[in-house]
């Protein structure tokens, strides 16, 4: 249900933006953090982070294209970073602050840093937690590696032939069933230690849902980037966050955007994969707290 109270009262929102509907959940209270999740395609709520809304107001993002935002008149192309740009500057502007702080996980991570560097007068900081300073050739190389390597420490697990199967038909997802399917039988590889916290975690894997996202523009041509020389233009407070064992956005690119986004801070989760706000909750929240600690103003 849609609240129709101000713009930062609990509870679920909607609003259009240039012609879509934009709809977003408030909870928490404390500085303003905008919080987009990944995919893309992921719903919002595999991101609901209880442990920061103790301290900050978490507005979470329904992506359009996704849950109960709208969709392009193109769907499922054209999500593009200046797509998703737009209507996360679009919906700034609705929550009428000055300034606000932007978390962005995995995919959304590529939106944020796209944003501060198209749009960094409106943050007070920005936290790129899972994220990749390029994605192209180079970025599933190193995928297919590190899936390579979990699969080596897994062998014997009756479970893993099914995951193996499942990276391998990530191509040819195409509706909204094959990507949630697909999102759950992998869902062991994104966490550290899947079978080890098994009764914490298969509640959480059953919960994923998601929209099928084509990953191509309005042309039909790949969505990729590389933004690695640009980095350094961002002058926002930078927090990069990073689970050691996340095998699809890992320590590798988490090094790579901190030495090029000028005094940023990084923040490797020694006991987390691609989740680490499920995974170690506080410590991920004290993360993200210290970017606001920084930007007191």
């Given at each position: 249900m849609v609240t129709n109270t101000g713009p930062l009262s609990p509870g679920v929102h909607e609003i259009p933006i240039d012609g879509v509907a934009q709809r977003y959940h408030v909870a928490g209270s404390g500085p303003v953090c905008l919080v987009h999740p990944g995919g893309p395609g992921f719903a919002w709520n595999y991101l609901r982070m209880p442990a920061v809304e103790d301290r900050l107001t978490a507005v979470y993002i329904e992506p359009i294209g996704t849950g109960g935002?709208?969709?392009?008149?193109?769907?499922?192309?054209?999500?593009?970073?200046?797509?998703?740009?737009?209507?996360?500057?679009?919906?700034?502007?609705h929550l009428g602050i000055p300034k606000v702080y932007l978390l962005g996980h995995s995919h959304g991570g590529?939106?944020?840093?796209?944003?501060?560097?198209?749009?960094?007068?409106?943050?007070?900081?920005?936290?790129?937690?899972?994220?990749?300073?390029?994605?192209?050739?180079e970025f599933f190389s190193e995928a297919a590696r590190t899936m390579e390597a979990f699969a080596r420490e897994n062998a014997g697990n009756p479970e893993l032939p099914d995951i193996l199967d499942a990276w391998k038909s990530v191509p040819a997802i195409a509706d909204d069933a094959a990507f949630t399917t697909?999102?759950?039988?992998?869902?062991?590889?994104?966490?550290?230690?899947?079978?080890?916290?098994?009764?914490?975690?298969?509640?959480i894997r059953?919960?994923?849902?998601?929209?099928?996202?084509?990953?191509?523009?309005?042309?039909?041509?790949?969505?990729?980037?590389?933004?690695?020389?640009?980095?350094?233009?961002?002058?926002?407070?930078?927090?990069?966050?990073?689970g050691r064992h996340d095998f699809i956005c890992g320590p590798r690119w988490a090094r790579e955007i901190h030495e090029r986004v000028p005094h940023s801070r990084l923040t490797v989760l020694e006991n987390s994969g691609h989740f680490g706000h499920i995974e170690e909750p506080r410590v991920f929240a004290d993360a993200v707290a210290e970017c606001v600690t920084r930007t007191p103003g």
């Open positions: 935002s709208g969709r392009l008149a193109t769907h499922p192309n054209g999500y593009t970073r200046d797509a998703y740009g737009r209507a996360l500057d679009g919906l700034i502007g590529f939106v944020a840093q796209y944003y501060a560097r198209k749009h960094g007068d409106r943050l007070a900081g920005i936290v790129l937690y899972e994220s990749a300073p390029a994605v192209g050739p697909v999102a759950r039988r992998l869902f062991p590889a994104y966490v550290a230690d899947y079978w080890g916290r098994e009764g914490e975690f298969a509640p059953e919960s994923l849902v998601g929209s099928h996202i084509s990953g191509l523009d309005e042309h039909l041509a790949p969505v990729t980037f590389d933004d690695r020389a640009a980095l350094s233009s961002i002058t926002t407070a930078t927090s990069v966050i990073v």
